[in-house]
């Protein structure tokens, strides 16, 4: 596991102004331009949504042939905390899990339709009153230790989402709550029993992490997640070479992969690069070929990029991404638990001005409500105008929001203890939005913390307010609220429990008509926005993510950055 070039990375990192590889000397990053506190003359809200983010421009073509050998490296931003694809929420751990391990089914990262691929399943079927899903299964697979891959495998797998261990993680455990049974007729069946038909049920399945595990190597570590290199076991494109904790992780091709002449490279290499000059200027020095994919480039970076005289060399993807940046308030912890205090949080932060600020260190997202600005389900931008907080100029708000403060106790405003994701950009998040608070005589103090306490932290709702992006693990409104805002939800970091909710929520999904669900997913935003207000909404993030255009059949950004790290057909021209 010592893998000699990641300890040799890891010496000169750690001496001043090092990177990577030959331990080149790092690019010093160009000083960001002076804030301005100026109101923006356009409100960002009154523009059209994206379209969804454009692929890679180098795909396979009849004119190439993709060739074989090579190390694709890129990086990530922190250390995962398990390689446990059930049990975490992380996108960077995909880099290794989805690489290694596959799932039933796989969406096509680079299809705005959210195309529906086989994967161990190589067909399925859906009874006609569409309670019953039938995968049949692949056969011949292997494990990466040889093992035969059956559906005891894959019944394993679904049974640990559905009903983990007691004492596990489970953050995504409410996307399986339709599931009633689930049996493994023979050694190449799955069948799934639903309580009731479910629309969204093969979304669930294709999701990136829900990948399946070998349930001789995790059946016996019961409640605890996959710690060790050994135990990252799957039946993917690349094998699981080393890992260096704060170094990185290196990956290598299966020779045995179930996918004929796949995978074209003969491995991955990413490394963990904390800080974001650092991770640019590798970038720059051709020391990674791909960016990551959050948090991405900043503006500046992306701007020196296409003034660079290697623009041509460099392609740039982006894309709103399914993950609201907003001012999130425990509703069980003082002064949160007062719905006055919340609604004048909610009144008193100038969306327009914060976006502007923070747009050397965020880049622009959509200002929207609480469903994902792209999907059919969301509101227009007229309807988004009029939303409370966006009131323009602000003086409405800023008095409705004192009259609040003062009718809940508070006349003279209080400090408001902030817990911050120890980050760049979630820093600069909350410093901009305290200043906004000050009109209505809310100040701010702000406890840092590295990313794996600070989830721990909101988990068990130890915190008072936050500010930063928090992405439901898909876009569809169905699992958005279950997991931010249901009574349980994996990510239900408010402290929300209002039955209303939960039956709105559950009635959604429970209805196929679209129109008809669409008033129900209206009416269960406006109960959040209106009466419960578990968090101020800023923006939906926007990311954008850059290669070398010696990469090809990437997805670049691709539609979420929880899909499209499988890397089975991406190869090098160099």
Known sequence: MQQKNLLTWATCLAAAGLLIGGCSPAVAPTPAPKKEAAAPKAPAAQTAAPKPAVPSPSPKTAAETPRSGGILRGTVNQDTPSFDPHQEIWWGLLTVSQAAMNGLLEMDPAD?????????????????????????????????????????????SVERMANPPRGSAAPRKEAFETIAKVEAPDDYKLVITLKYPDAQFLDVIAYGMHLMLPRHIVEPLGAAKIRKPDEVIGTGPFRFKSYQS????????????????????????????????????????????????????????????????????????????????????????????????????????????????????????????????ISPFARTADEISKMPGLRQPKDADIAEAKKL??????????????????????????????????????SGTVRQLESVSYFDALAKHDFVASVTAVGPWHPDPRFTFSNLYVTGGGRNYANISDPRIDKLVEQQSRTP???????????????????????????????????????????GFGLTYYEGHRMEDVWLTR
């Open 112 to 156: 705005p339709s959210w195309k529906m691929l086989p994967g161990l399943a190589e067909t399925w079927e859906i009874s006609k009153e569409g309670s019953v899903v039938t995968f049949n299964l692949r056969k011949g697979i292997k494990w990466h230790d040889g093992k035969p891959f059956t559906s005891a495998d894959a019944k394993f």
């Open 513 to 555: 008509d679209r129109e008809a669900r669409k008033k129900l997913v209206r009416e269960a935003e406006q109960l959040l926005l209106d009466e419960i207000i578990p968090v101020a909404p800023l923006f939906w993030r926007s990311i954008r993510n850059a290669q070398w255009k010696t990469v090809r059949g990437y997805p």
């Open 405 to 442: 403060m003062a009718d809940a106790g508070y006349p003279n405003g209080f400090e408001l203890r902030f817990v911050a994701r120890n980050r760049a950009e979630d820093a600069e998040a909350i410093s901009v939005v305290i200043e906004a608070l000050k009109k209505i005589n809310v």
């Open 246 to 373: 704060g170094v990185g992780w290196e990956l290598v091709k299966n020779p045995d992969y179930w996918k004929k002449g796949m995978p074209y490279l003969d491995g991955l290499k990413r490394y963990i690069i904390a800080d974001g000059s650092t991770r640019f200027s590798a970038f720059r020095t051709k020391q990674i070929d791909i960016g990551d994919k959050s948090p991405g480039l900043s503006v500046v970076q992306e701007k020196l990029l296409k003034e660079s005289s290697e623009s041509s060399e460099i392609f740039i993807s982006s894309g709103a991404v399914n993950a609201l940046w907003g001012v999130w308030m425990n509703v069980g912890a003082r002064p949160m638990d007062d719905v006055r205090v919340r609604k004048a949080i909610n009144l008193g932060v100038d969306r327009l001005q914060i976006q502007k600020l923070l747009a050397e260190t965020v880049p622009p997202g959509i200002i929207g409500g609480l469903v994902f600005p």
